[in-house]
């Protein structure tokens, strides 16, 4: 039987499902994959209650910028989701502060709301303004995807004093797939052209700080196929296979890492996340991991869960010992 692909929802311009394709062996994986639509469904009634609670809390949400006003490169056409973007969550208030750009779940072929907007608010809440990122998924493959996360860097560094950000504690976030490419930007970054025209590509890419969660870390054995063929194509090439790998990748200037995961993911294994802090470790760059016994995937904010929710306060901790949080 031949793979099937499924297309995504989309709401407002944003995709909201996670495309994939199902093949005669990859039936366990797409179950495991659908958990990730399923608990957004699952948590939507605590995500509207905690959204609440976060709205309360002082943000100043900002109206949503293009990266590149006069079309992104690589555009194979002029829709939404042709337009990479950044949503501004402020915390009101004089002198800069720390920011994370958020990115969202989603197997690159979507973006899942819950991973978004709600992220953003809580770290609103413990006085980290943010940023989501609307990045280009599936047609588009690598590097159109890292390339976008770069130019978000980019851009709030060159933004900084509009924004009321400190370029130099500038994080990024990612869940999921999401996480893949918060971990591309951390470990494949580059200074920025001195010389460049633009004056925001004369920034850098690297991120102060990355935050990754259930993320899809390696394309080896351990690899979430879908995200992997979105990515890169049904026939990755074997170089650049190895080089999104990100364990092998990472170098002694890859920023502090927090990361979180749960043993029993059956999309995205916990292997992921150990592959990558041991490899933090090898390289001496500092690093928090939390494993939770149970808990699936796709959690986001995981507020049904007393357990796994413990992970915003652990992060909001780190935060605040990076001081990127104030105490």
């Known amino acids: 039987m031949p793979g099937r692909k499924r297309e995504p929802a989309v709401e407002g311009g944003h995709?909201?499902?996670?495309?994939?394709?199902?093949?005669?062996?990859?039936?366990?994986?797409?179950?495991?994959?659908?958990?990730?639509?399923?608990?957004?469904?699952?948590?939507?009634?605590?995500?509207?209650?905690a959204s609440a609670a976060w709205a309360a809390e002082p943000t100043e949400k900002l109206p949503t910028v293009l990266l590149w006003p006069d079309g992104a490169p690589g555009a194979k056409g002029d829709g939404p989701e042709d337009k990479p973007r950044l949503t501004p969550y402020l915390v009101p208030g004089d002198g800069a502060r720390a920011c994370v750009i958020v990115c969202p779940g989603g197997g690159y072929g979507g973006r899942a709301p819950h991973e978004g907007e709600p992220?953003?608010?809580?770290?609103?809440?413990?006085?980290?303004?943010?940023?989501?990122?609307?990045?280009?998924?599936?047609p588009y493959r690598h590097p159109i995807p890292l390339g976008d996360a770069q130019r978000a860097i980019r851009t709030v560094?060159?933004?900084?004093?509009?924004?009321?950000?400190?370029?130099?504690?500038?994080?990024?976030?990612?869940?999921?797939?999401g996480g893949h490419l918060a971990g591309s930007a951390a470990t494949l970054f580059d200074d920025g052209?001195?010389?460049?025209?633009?004056?925001?590509?004369?920034?850098?890419?690297?991120?102060?700080?990355?935050?990754?969660?259930?993320?899809v870390l390696t394309f080896g054995d351990f690899r979430h196929d879908g995200s992997m063929r979105n990515l890169l194509g049904p026939e990755p090439d074997p170089a650049l296979r190895e080089k999104l790998s990100l364990e092998k990748s990472v170098t002694d200037?890859?920023?502090?890492?927090?990361?979180?995961?749960t043993s029993d993911d059956g999309a995205v294994p916990v292997e992921n996340a150990l592959l990558f802090a041991a490899a933090l470790r090898k390289h001496k760059v500092l690093f928090a991991l939390h494993v939770f016994p149970h808990g699936g995937h796709g959690m986001g904010l995981a507020t049904g869960d007393k357990t796994v929710s413990q992970w915003t306060a652990l992060c909001a901790e780190w935060l605040q010992g990076l001081g990127f949080a104030p105490k």
């Open 193 to 215: 052209q001195v010389d460049a025209a633009d004056l925001i590509d004369r920034q850098s890419s690297r991120p102060d700080a990355a935050i990754l969660c259930y993320a």
């Open 119 to 138: 992220i953003a608010r809580w770290l609103n809440s413990v006085g980290v303004s943010a940023f989501v990122l609307d990045y280009r998924v599936s």
């Open 253 to 261: 200037r890859t920023p502090p890492t927090f990361l979180w995961h």
């Open 15 to 49: 995709a909201m499902a996670c495309p994939y394709v199902v093949g005669p062996q990859e039936e366990g994986e797409h179950a495991a994959m659908m958990s990730h639509l399923i608990v957004s469904v699952a948590v939507a009634v605590s995500l509207v209650l």
């Open 157 to 177: 560094r060159a933004k900084a004093s509009e924004w009321r950000i400190d370029p130099k504690r500038v994080g990024i976030l990612g869940f999921s797939a």
